[in-house]
C-alpha cells in the first residue's frame, strides 16, 4: 500500500471511478476502509456507509490494485495511439 498526505479530492474521485478499495486516516484518530460512494459533496465524501469530511482527512492509503488498474488504463490508452 502507498499513502497520499494530499490531493485528496483527486484521489477519492480516481478511487470511485476505478471502484478500488481504501483506507482512509481521519485527524481524530478514527480509520475507515471501503468504497468511496457516489455521495461527493464540498463538503466531503462518503466510504460506505460512514460520511468523511474533506478536513477531518490526515491521510489516504492506496491499494496496489489502485496503482495496477490505472496503469492498465495508461497503457491500452497507448496502444490506441
Known sequence: ?????????TIVITTF???QLIFVHCKNGQTYH?????????KGFMLEEQFISW?????IQ????YF???EDILHLKNEHS
Not at 34 to 42: H, I, K, R
Not at 55 to 59: G, Q
Open 34 to 42: 471501503g468504497f468511496v460512494q457516489p455521495t461527493l459533496t464540498e
Open 1 to 9: 500500500m502507498k499513502t497520499a498526505d494530499k490531493h485528496f479530492e
Open 55 to 59: 478536513t477531518d482527512v490526515l491521510e
Open 17 to 19: 471511478i476505478a471502484k
Open 62 to 65: 492506496l491499494t496496489d490494485q
Open 68 to 70: 495496477q488498474f490505472w
